[in-house]
């Protein structure tokens, strides 16, 4: 079945770092989104990526649909506290269910 | 409701007994998803309900779990002989397509606890 494999599993970065996870599928994607869960609480939407090779930018967080629409990545740049958490990709194949990557956790040291 | 709503929020249960989870998904969504998070762990696949369609049970992760959905809507997820290994956070997601978006929504889960 479809897997998707995320690095790293945790990052420790200082405040102003950039950071960076990975996301990797072993099929074509339909589509790929990207979640946040912060400590304690549960996942929570950021964005869908659709198109082959598209970027799309929320502030300080860049995402990366890759050419062959098989891999995914997250950028932060110049990291803050409050972007501490697990990030998550999701990856949808055209039929059946979205698959989860196991998350990256990042800690970030003020 | 506003959102998807899981209940009960924490389950303290002894080991041996059985346990039924509920999420209520956002009215209208048609895709439903169950998941396990242990303590700092990721997202575990438990099953998938995407409307009339039979589920996708390839997650479970013993015949002591089981799952429905009623009428579409509402979803009970049931654990039998409870061991403490089932000890986890249960997560409910629902989604629905909209403008080529297919956003999951989660529960706050429910934090099953067996002793």
């Known amino acids: 079945g479809q897997q998707v494999m995320q690095i790293p599993q945790y990052q420790h970065v200082q405040e102003g770092e950039d950071f960076t996870t990975y996301c990797n599928s072993s099929t074509t994607l339909s589509n790929i989104q990207w979640y946040k869960q912060r400590p304690g609480g549960h996942p929570v939407f950021l964005i869908q990526?659709?198109?082959?090779?598209e970027v799309k930018k929320q502030k300080r967080l860049t995402f990366q649909f890759g050419e062959a629409k098989k891999n995914s990545s997250l950028h932060i740049t110049a990291t803050q506290t409050t972007d501490v958490g697990t990030y998550f990709c999701?990856?949808?194949?055209?039929?059946?269910?979205?698959?989860f990557g196991d998350g990256t956790t990042l800690t970030v040291k003020p | 409701g506003a959102g998807v709503s899981q209940s009960p929020s924490n389950k303290v249960t002894e080991k041996g007994k059985d346990v039924e989870l509920r999420c209520d998904p956002i009215?209208?969504?048609?895709?439903l998803y169950w998941y396990r998070q242990s303590l700092g762990q990721g997202l575990e696949f438990l099953i998938y309900f995407q409307g009339n369609s039979a589920p996708d049970k390839s997650g479970l992760p013993s015949d002591r779990f089981s799952a429905e959905r009623t009428g579409g809507s509402v979803s009970t997820l049931t654990i039998q002989r409870t061991q403490q290994e089932d000890s986890a956070v249960y997560l409910c997601?629902?989604?629905?397509?909209?403008?080529?978006?297919?956003?999951?929504?989660f529960g706050q889960g429910t934090r099953l606890t067996v002793v």
């Open positions: 009215s209208g969504h048609t895709a």
């Open positions: 997601a629902s989604s629905e397509h909209r403008g080529g978006i297919a956003e999951a929504f």
């Open positions: 999701a990856g949808k194949p055209n039929a059946g269910k979205s698959t």
């Open positions: 990526l659709v198109k082959s090779g």
